[in-house]
């Protein structure tokens, strides 16, 4: 019977220990809802149908004014009834234009504002420049930090475009308040934001437009969450040659030959190092990179510079150090990510314009083949020993016709480098305006600029070569 007993309590106190906790947690719920707010939390039970990923909203509480801007605007910038919007779920062409206007379900707006943009939104609704003194302004805001400009190399004012009779102001701000006015805003990787403040902050028709230049194996959120995945940017702005406006960090030009087509030229003349390695970060890669290059150096000799390095090339005085690389026969141009087209300035500067045979890896090989001049480097992942690698480098360094057969492409082309100033130059700047007037201009109807799913784009655009791990391993 005492056993009884207390097994009798014990559960009796189970019992009001959980109603206890239920009545906490359902204050805690209630109170969260009161005073005029809707309370999203991370183990919600909102999940997204559209997306296989899914991340949970971050936590958060929206007052009801927040929610009703951002569902207004989103409602103004997307037509549910677009014949060029193709619906992933059949319930979506059941959406009432009751259902379309309410507020309070938020639930329910909250799932299928995400797949709403799978071509691009339509910008309907006109909004007409500012003009001033007879001409067009045009307000682009570089969403980053003040500090930058001097590294890109436009500074704030107002610039103009001959051709176009029309103006336009460049500011750098990362607060969510200098979005208020401004026609387009350049969202640059990097730069820290929350999506819904960003989106509340957004007035309608404003063009947002994807900066990177970093792989996206570094990208830092710059794709947006699963709820603004489809309604964030209107344009890319990346080093893919599909983006909207492709900005790589080098090209060749065919049919401007940098040296006379008869010149004999030795390129291995002056020569007396074997090869150079430049690198400031040691640590971040997709690969053990720096581990590759110190196994390398116990077979020939790698000169290596840098932070990552132990002899000193200063960046600052770009001549003395292209001076210092020159004397160089091969140069090791190995990005930090293995992703499609990612080829940085360590092939395009580093390499060819101190006439150096680059020893390449980054991007799969046939992005090279297809953007570097023909015939013009050694790609890494070719070699899955280092004894291969080692043989073959001897060879060519030990044949100066051999060697020389890797310029013949200057005899047919020339390098152009594309850098910040390139990129933001008033010729630049004026194609973006250019752009901008054109949709502004253009009927409702009109198929606007499509966007590209940024997951299989952007994200899922990175792999790896097993040669590079087998170099590294054996």
């Not at 039970?45 to 007052?63: A, G, M, V």
């Not at 492709?246 to 049919?255: A, E």
């Not at 040691?282 to 132990?310: E, M, P, S, V, W």
């Not at 009927?443 to 499509?450: A, K, W």
Request: glycine share 2%; charged share 25%.
């Amino acid at each position: 019977m005492v056993r009884l007993s207390h097994a009798r309590t014990i559960i009796y106190f189970i019992i009001l220990t959980a109603t206890v906790v239920l009545f906490v947690i359902s204050f805690s719920f209630t109170y969260r809802r009161s005073k005029d707010k809707y309370y999203i939390s991370n183990d919600g039970d909102i999940p997204s149908r559209y997306s296989i990923n899914f991340r949970w909203l971050p936590e958060r509480s929206f007052k009801q004014h927040e929610i009703i801007k951002i569902l207004n605007s989103t409602s103004s910038k997307y037509r549910l009834k677009s014949k060029h919007i193709h619906h992933h779920d059949s319930d979506l062409q059941n959406i009432t234009h009751k259902e379309e206007s309410s507020i309070l379900d938020t639930e329910s707006r909250l799932q299928y504002v995400a797949p709403l943009n799978l071509t691009h939104f339509i910008l309907n609704d006109t909004v007409n420049p500012v003009y001033r003194s007879g001409r067009c302004l045009i307000r682009i805001l570089m969403y980053m930090k003040r500090k930058m400009m001097n590294r890109i190399g436009k500074h704030e004012g107002t610039y103009h475009c001959p051709e176009l009779n029309c103006d336009y102001e460049i500011s750098y701000s990362t607060t969510y308040e200098s979005l208020a006015n401004k026609h387009i805003v350049i969202l640059f990787l990097r730069t820290k934001w929350e999506w819904a403040d960003l989106h509340a902050a957004r007035p309608p028709n404003q063009i947002w437009v994807m900066y990177a230049r970093e792989s996206p194996s570094y990208d830092h959120c710059i794709v947006p969450e699963d709820q603004w995945y489809n309604t964030s940017y209107n344009w890319t702005m990346t080093y893919h040659e599909d983006a909207h406006f492709p900005v790589p960090y080098g090209r060749y030009i065919p049919g401007v030959p940098t040296v006379p087509t008869t010149g004999n030229r030795n390129w291995a003349e002056g020569k007396d190092r074997f090869a150079a390695w430049m690198a400031s970060n040691c640590k971040i890669a997709t690969y053990h990179r720096q581990q590759l290059i110190q196994k390398l150096a116990n077979r020939f000799q790698i000169d290596t510079y840098g932070h990552c390095g132990t002899q000193s090339c200063p960046k600052e005085d770009f001549e003395t150090c292209n001076r210092i690389l020159s004397r160089h026969k091969f140069y090791f141009s190995l990005e930090n990510a293995e992703c499609n087209q990612y080829i940085t300035e360590k092939l395009w500067r580093n390499a060819y314009m101190n006439d150096i045979v680059p020893i390449v890896y980054g991007a799969p090989k046939r992005d090279y083949e297809r953007f570097a001049p023909p015939n013009s480097f050694i790609y890494l992942g070719d070699f899955s020993s280092c004894r291969t690698l080692t043989n073959y480098l001897n060879e060519i360094n030990s044949n100066d016709s051999l060697y020389n057969s890797f310029f013949e492409w200057k005899k047919k082309g020339s390098i152009e480098l594309i850098n910040f100033q390139t990129i933001f130059s008033d010729p630049s700047v004026c194609k973006l305006v250019a752009k901008y007037l054109k949709v502004r201009q253009k009927d409702p109807s009109d198929v606007p600029d499509t966007m590209p799913d940024l997951n299989k784009w952007w994200t899922e655009t990175c792999q790896f070569n097993k040669n590079i791990r087998s170099l590294i391993r054996n």
